[in-house]
């Protein structure tokens, strides 16, 4: 007899003593994958096409709901397999229909964890790291419903504490002595072996070693100081060379190309899910390391700052997660109140910005949140303004170029508002205004509104923030082909001035001088320039008086202009 009939005496013997007749067999016949898939779980395609060839697709689940739960008619009662079946049938049909799950999210709530006797993910260290394992850049993240996230955290939740619990019994086996003496070490050794230990341990295995990152952490947390600053350096170190990955930020568990776990096998897919639920959990875990930083940051102890702002520029070079904190955190040191602590922050930052020369907007604008933050010191602005004097500027990035000189002019402007006329904060705005001025490409008409500020700065301030003032209006004025009398009257104003006389800004004073009565069109202006700069030379020291005379026998070379002023005198 073949399996068919076989099957058929089967049924016939299974239905027979619970009242089945002929006529149920027939009724069952043509849906054997009913019952040869009873152990099988049914997909949302299957269901429908089970439910098509009954004649059920008409009935919707509100019709469902309004009659109620079926009743028993008769005395025959389907087989178990087929009652379990069809129970699951309609609890997933109306299930579906309910909350309107797509069939990625059907096949994702349906993931359960599996015992294994193996590892999924082998202890020692990785070439390349623990997320090349589950590498996916470029991936599209996939849309699902927050609870079929949770649920997917749950289970790789519990098959991670399964493997971790697997590869502590299985190096237990192979290397029982090992075992035994870090567990010695761990229970009562001295700090400095706790660490070596956790550290060994972490290196060999990050993913198994979840609970070893968070004994570190608890031991940066503590009070004692000198525990906490080992604790950091040691997980400082592991962050850079073994946690976190150099081309990438982490991702959470919503980030991830879930529909990946519904393409492969069992096996892949727990081990997938397994690298991306670490990953979120130890995301979590680096924000609190930041978080940790930021707390040292403010202790009362100098070096303890000092050192955290270096701890602070080495993550934010190498590791692009949490950036954004971390660069806060860096700028926010330029307002240290120990002027040696400022001072490395704005080192950190030029480094910052030389090595990463994309980021340069994204750290000006961090420093104007600094600038403009309220209650700040006027120290902590000047150290701001200083750090922005000095970034590297080009013709290329006219967008970074502009952003700067319209932050130096409204600083510059609530800074004469406010009648803080502090002389190195002036000459810092005014030095940094004309470094950035030759890079722009022309696009003057956002000057307009700061000329009347400049032109009050160089009459109300020390001569040395005059001659930046003078410098810079210059430039703004000659770029535009129209030096206006305004300026030659400013300029003619300060020949006189006692302080030039003991100004270090003496050469750059000349040289605006010389600039400005070079291009000079009024005959009758140089020759009242030429007469007031000898007249100046009575009262100045023999070096000043040179720089004049030489600057009059330049001006002399220029043509016609000094060949008519020297006949007419």
Not at 83 to 101: A, F, M
Not at 336 to 345: F, I, L, N, T
Not at 451 to 473: C, E, R
Request: hydrophobic content about 40%; glycine content about 4%; some cysteine.
């Amino acid at each position: 007899m073949d399996q068919e009939e076989d099957d058929e005496q089967l049924t016939l013997e299974q239905i027979a003593p619970l009242g089945g007749t002929k006529k149920d067999l027939k009724l069952l016949q043509g849906k054997d994958d009913v019952v040869k898939k009873h152990n099988e779980d049914l997909s949302f395609k299957e269901i429908s096409e089970y439910i098509g060839g009954l004649g059920l697709d008409a009935v919707t689940v509100e019709d469902l709901a309004d009659e109620g739960p079926p009743k028993k008619e008769g005395k025959a009662v389907q087989p178990k397999e087929i009652i379990k079946n069809s129970g699951k049938v309609k609890q997933e049909e109306r299930l579906d229909n309910k909350i309107g799950l797509s069939d990625v999210e059907v096949a994702l709530n349906n993931i359960k964890v599996k015992v294994r006797s193996k590892l999924l993910i082998g202890s020692g260290t990785v070439e390349g790291g623990w997320f090349d394992q589950a590498k996916s850049i470029g991936e599209v993240a996939t849309p699902v419903s927050p609870d079929v996230i949770e649920h997917l955290r749950s289970v790789g939740a519990e098959l991670l504490e399964k493997e971790t619990t697997l590869c502590e019994e299985v190096r237990s086996a192979k290397k029982r002595s090992d075992t035994e003496w870090l567990k010695t070490v761990l229970t009562g050794g001295t700090i400095s072996d706790k660490l070596s230990a956790r550290t060994l341990l972490i290196q060999e295995s990050p993913i198994h070693q979840l609970g070893a990152i968070d004994a570190l952490l608890a031991m940066a947390r503590k009070k004692s100081k000198r525990e906490s600053l080992l604790a950091v350096d040691t997980l400082q170190d592991l962050w850079l060379t073994n946690l976190l990955p150099s081309d990438r930020k982490l991702k959470h568990l919503a980030q991830q190309p879930l529909k990946k776990l519904t393409e492969c096998n069992s096996v892949d897919r727990d081990k997938m899910l397994i690298c991306w639920y670490f990953e979120e959990q130890l995301k979590d875990r680096y924000a609190s390391y930041v978080t940790i930083l930021q707390t040292l940051s403010h202790d009362t102890v100098m070096n303890i700052r000092n050192k955290t702002v270096g701890n602070v520029f080495d993550l934010l070079v190498q590791k692009p997660e949490q950036e954004q904190n971390l660069l806060t955190q860096l700028v926010n040191k330029l307002g240290d109140p120990e002027r040696k602590v400022a001072s490395r922050a704005s080192l950190f930052v030029l480094k910052l910005v030389a090595q990463h020369p994309n980021m340069q907007l994204v750290v000006l604008r961090e420093i104007e949140r600094l600038l403009h933050r309220p209650n700040i010191q006027i120290k902590a602005q000047y150290y701001a303004v200083c750090c922005l004097n000095q970034f590297i500027l080009s013709r290329d990035n006219q967008e970074l170029v502009n952003h700067l000189i319209n932050v130096y002019f409204v600083f510059f402007q609530a800074y004469i508002k406010e009648n803080k006329l502090n002389t190195k904060m002036l000459g810092a705005l005014l030095t940094g205004i004309n470094r950035a001025f030759p890079f722009t490409d022309g696009e003057l008409e956002s000057f307009e509104d700061h000329l009347n500020t400049l032109f009050k700065v160089v009459h109300i301030s020390p001569i040395a923030t005059s001659i930046q003032s003078l410098m810079l209006l210059y430039q703004v004025m000659e770029s535009r082909q129209e030096v206006s009398d305004r300026y030659y009257r400013a300029l003619y104003a300060k020949l006189l001035d006692a302080d030039l006389n003991h100004s270090k800004g003496q050469a750059m004073f000349l040289n605006v001088l010389f600039k400005s009565l070079k291009c000079d069109p009024s005959l009758t202006r140089v020759k009242a320039f030429m007469k007031r700069i000898l007249q100046a030379c009575s009262i100045h020291q023999p070096p000043f008086i040179c720089g004049c005379l030489f600057l009059i026998s330049e001006v002399k070379k220029c043509g016609i202009i000094s060949i008519i002023f020297f006949c007419s005198c």
